[in-house]
């Protein structure tokens, strides 16, 4: 079939738990979370990106995307920005052509990758290269939208994306081999002012040997005199290159990194991602994926043993401030003795289904964060401000309409790490009054086209006759 004929199916039931509980949270759920929120707002209001909690243990993707100065344009319109404007486009093309690019952080070169479909959409129509996601498909008609979804599931998308990363692939070997090559490189060493000619594996070496400061194998390195110049930089304003602590003068700096073995840069941050080789090798793979990669080939053929599997405990965030708890019960009893908000005893009052409860917690999530009250919908200038009239009005409580957030969009997290989602009733026994309550989720059937070729042809048929 055709990119068109494909449709999102969003409800299912243990979809949506694992969507909600943060086992899937890719591109779709990203885009899904532009659109749903698109839907409904007034321009203004639009959550165009997906929210996410601090997480110091989850530092986002590396990015690798171009950042030169060729701009980027508008794949319908001659609208186009500068390349460090990427996000401005993207909403462009969201808001006037109603287009989603899946996983653009993982396009090797934006510019040549827009320039290409802008070409092949004057050739064809559209709905030849996308899928077609159509929003408030229950509803009535004159609501309804539809938004074009690109990504690699077409495979002209994809075959593009890869001769673009090997393309940059190719280049950046390029660019190593002649750093590797060149002998007029010049520096001072950072820790000890010793001026260093002739190739750049000599001043690395020396770090290592000589300050016990090794940022890896010189051959592993691309845009040397880059990274050098960033971790002069740290050291300049007094930064430890590990813990980026700051300090009061390069004494105590120096004195801090050598007894906290500071001597090093820290991995998780991907800043310096674009420096090392590894990171350009697979089409939006870090190293460290690659590296568990080659991890799991080496344990092929030993026997599975998960006795030294440690979870990591989920975090959960109060709804009204930033306490936080990886104890879900404490998280509740914190919400309901400090900000007086029950969430079980609204579960019991309204019946909510599990659908409902996501939907609940998703609305208030917004509504905090876009400055406005969920109980009487007025605007404030700012969350805080938002807090203490929900306070002082006494509307902890209050909640609007079941139709002013029993809707659709609410599917989706605010937050796409919110792990109060994690803590909801997963149990089935309200799911027989889902209709009753006002929840209307279709799920769909597996094939059972030919039942009666089914009861005609069944194994068990033949047992019964033979008894």
Not at 96 to 106: M, N, S, T, W, Y
Not at 181 to 201: K, P
Not at 332 to 348: C, I, N, R, S, V
Not at 424 to 450: C, M, W
């Amino acid at each position: 079939s055709s990119p068109s004929q494909h449709t999102l199916l969003l409800k299912p039931r243990k979809w949506l738990l694992l969507f909600n509980r943060g086992t899937y949270f890719g591109p779709t759920s990203v885009i899904c979370s532009r659109l749903f929120s698109h839907i409904n707002a007034n321009t203004k209001d639009s959550i165009l990106e997906p929210l996410c909690f601090p997480d110091d243990s989850a530092p986002s993707a590396p990015s690798h995307s171009s950042a030169g100065s060729e701009p980027l344009p508008c794949v319908f319109c001659p609208e186009s920005v500068p390349s460090l404007d990427k996000d401005v486009l993207l909403k462009h093309m969201l808001m006037q052509h109603k287009l989603v690019i899946a996983d653009v952080r993982l396009i090797a070169d934006l510019p040549k990758y827009l320039s290409y479909w802008k070409g092949r959409f004057l050739e064809q129509p559209i709905t030849e290269f996308c899928s077609v996601i159509r929003t408030n498909s229950t509803g009535p008609v004159e609501k309804q939208e539809e938004y074009f979804l690109l990504c690699d599931v077409l495979s002209e998308d994809r075959t593009l994306r890869e001769n673009l990363q090997q393309k940059r692939l190719e280049d950046v070997l390029d660019q190593q081999q002649r750093e590797r090559e060149d002998c007029s490189f010049q520096r001072l060493c950072m820790f000890c002012s010793e001026e260093f000619t002739g190739n750049r594996s000599t001043l690395l070496n020396h770090m290592a040997k000589e300050h016990a400061f090794s940022i890896g194998l010189p051959d592993n390195i691309v845009y040397c005199n880059q990274f050098l110049d960033t971790l002069q930089s740290k050291v300049d304003n007094l930064q430890c290159l590990y813990c980026e602590k700051s300090f009061r003068d390069k004494t105590t700096l120096k004195d801090h990194m050598r007894k906290k073995a500071h001597r090093r840069i820290n991995a998780s941050n991907h800043q310096y991602d674009r420096f090392y080789i590894i990171n350009y090798l697979e089409l939006g793979k870090s190293w460290e994926e690659v590296q568990s990669e080659d991890d799991r080939e080496l344990l092929e053929d030993e026997d599975d043993d998960w006795s030294d599997w440690e979870a990591h405990p989920v975090s959960a965030v109060c709804l009204f401030c930033h306490h936080q708890s990886e104890n879900m019960d404490l998280i509740h009893t914190h919400m309901k003795e400090t900000h007086g908000f029950d969430l079980h005893q609204l579960k019991a009052e309204l019946s909510l289904s599990f659908y409902q409860q996501v939907k609940l917690v998703n609305f208030i999530r917004r509504q905090i964060h876009q400055s406005r009250c969920y109980g009487c919908s007025q605007s404030f200038d700012s969350p805080a401000d938002v807090l203490l009239h929900i306070n002082a009005e006494d509307h902890v409580m209050k909640l609007p309409d079941t139709s002013a957030w029993d809707q659709p969009q609410y599917y989706f997290p605010t937050y796409e790490n919110d792990g109060l989602l994690c803590s909801l009733s997963d149990s089935e026994e309200n799911d027989g009054n889902r209709t009753a309550h006002g929840e209307d989720v279709p799920v769909l059937a597996e094939d059972v086209s030919n039942l009666r070729e089914i009861r005609q042809t069944s194994v068990l048929k033949q047992l019964l006759k033979r008894s």
